[in-house]
């Protein structure tokens, strides 16, 4: 596919997606880039934002299968990943799916439900399948997990553990709209909402395709080498616990390629590694206060490393077919 080609399509994608998601292009933005990236997205933000329908707005806009599973105390793992039932015409056990069989999951207040049953999306996170009863049944691709939850409330959750963060590979929010978009927001929606209007722009072969492209974006040598420069300083700061792990580096990497192809381009540069390490980074630490305010200075601490961290003077670029 060309790198124009892609350009175009990923740009159609966005502007399909911000017909219901309006005045928030960056985070509609990182949400694509993370589809395009073969990732899951973390949404950390205040309830009636739009989180729910930016995962059916990208579902729509690619005619993908939708499954939203909604997060409680009483679910059991069984309830994501699907069970193993006895046929009696058979006298066979058959597996049944869970909801988790689709090509973008919602997982709605993530943090509702107990460990074991967070427990349950890191085989499909990380490898696309669920082993069931020692049976590995694949997941449908391109496979796409949105997970939500309330940065707010305390009482009545369990905290992600940092084993499932670091599996996200990009965490976002959305925030509250700006008065203007806020007031149109409800113009639209007096009689229907926009979501019901939405159609299709892009095929799940088209989303493969371009999954493909991004993997072959050139990226220098001396940018990788500053992309793992990011991410070891971030395990030597003395503001932080815990830095990023080794799929920092991967999922840094993997974004930087995904925005440059975004931009138009089938190479890499120093501001594509910038711009993303702000929010593939951060959800990765564990600040030394654990305190509440510590995604604020896991944010700031990202800031001081990347001023901190000295960027390639000459990097090789591509030509190809880039304009």
Do not use: W
Not at 216 to 230: G, N, S
Not at 270 to 290: A, E, G, N, Q
């Amino acid at each position: 596919m060309h790198t124009l080609e892609a350009k175009d399509r990923i740009q159609a994608l966005i502007v399909n997606i911000e017909s219901v998601i309006r005045g928030k292009r960056l985070t509609v933005e990182l949400a694509v880039i993370a589809l395009l990236c073969d990732g899951q997205l973390l949404i950390e933000d205040v309830p009636g934002v739009g989180k729910t329908m930016l995962a059916r707005a990208m579902a729509r806009s690619i005619d993908a299968t939708f499954q939203r599973i909604q997060f409680t105390p009483d679910l059991l793992p069984s309830d994501v990943t699907g069970i193993s039932v006895y046929n009696q015409r058979t006298e066979e056990f058959e597996f049944q799916p869970g909801p988790i069989f689709a090509n973008i999951v919602l997982i709605d207040e993530v943090n509702r439900t107990t460990p074991r049953t967070q427990s349950s999306l890191l085989e499909a996170m990380e490898e696309h399948q669920v082993t069931v009863d020692h049976q590995t049944h694949r997941l449908p691709e391109p496979f796409f997990v949105i997970a939500t939850q309330n940065p707010i409330e305390f009482y009545g959750t369990y905290p992600l553990p940092e084993g499932q963060r670091d599996r996200f590979l990009i965490s976002v929010g959305l925030g509250y709209p700006s008065f203007d978009t806020e007031r149109e927001i409800a113009t639209e929606q007096l009689l229907e909402h926009p979501i019901e209007r939405l159609q299709p722009v892009l095929s799940v072969g088209d989303v493969l395709a371009l999954q493909r492209r991004v993997r072959e974006v050139h990226i220098d040598p001396d940018l990788l080498d500053y992309a793992v420069a990011i991410v070891q300083a971030t395990r030597d700061h003395p503001s932080l616990v815990l830095g990023a792990s080794p799929r920092g580096s991967l999922s840094l990497v993997r974004t930087a390629r995904a925005a440059a192809l975004l931009d138009g381009r089938d190479f890499v540069t120093p501001d594509d590694i910038k711009r993303m390490s702000v929010c593939v980074l951060p959800h990765r630490f564990i600040t030394s206060d654990r305190s509440r305010r510590s995604d604020e200075r896991s944010a700031a601490v990202m800031r001081e490393i990347l001023e901190e961290v000295p960027v390639p003077v000459r990097v090789g670029g591509r030509g190809g077919d880039a304009p």
